[in-house]
Nanobody, 128 residues
Framework: QVQLVESGGGLVQPGGSLRLSCAAS????????MGWFRQAPGKERDFVAA????????FYADSVKGRFTISRDNARNTVLLQMNSLKPDDTAVYYC?????????????????????WGQGTQVTVSS
């Protein structure tokens, strides 16, 4: 079993940037496909971005494509989410998630049901 801990959230002005980190312990991160999800108050937890075990494949929600970049460093057991050109609509609690499944397509990494392990979340607030 893997434990996931997110960090890097905070308050940022519109147009600004943040980088979220997800640190894994308990098992080697390379055993898992990894995803980022977010949940705004009163809304469901939505897919943001995902990356395959090797890092060769990524997939993004349309709402963040071109602004967010997911990456991983398996040697350091870390997954990153670089967020640029942030908008107020990006305000949410961001969750890191890990999946032991083997996905046949990048799109297959989007559904929340495909993930077995979740972090506790980190708050991102975009406001002037």
């Amino acid at each position: 079993q893997v434990q996931l801990v997110e960090s890097g959230g905070g308050l940022v002005q519109p147009g600004g940037s943040l980088r979220l980190s997800c640190a894994a312990s308990g098992r080697t991160l390379s055993s898992y496909a990894m995803g980022w999800f977010r949940q705004a108050p009163g809304k469901e937890r939505d897919f943001v971005a995902a990356i395959s075990r090797s890092g060769a494949r990524t997939f993004y929600a349309d709402s963040v494509k071109g602004r967010f970049t997911i990456s991983r460093d398996n040697a350091r057991n870390t997954v990153l989410l670089q967020m640029n050109s942030l908008k107020p609509d990006d305000t949410a609690v961001y969750y890191c998630a890990g999946s032991s499944r083997v996905f046949s397509t990048p799109q297959g990494m989007a559904p929340r049901s495909g993930y077995d392990y979740w972090g506790q979340g980190t708050q991102v607030t975009v406001s002037s």
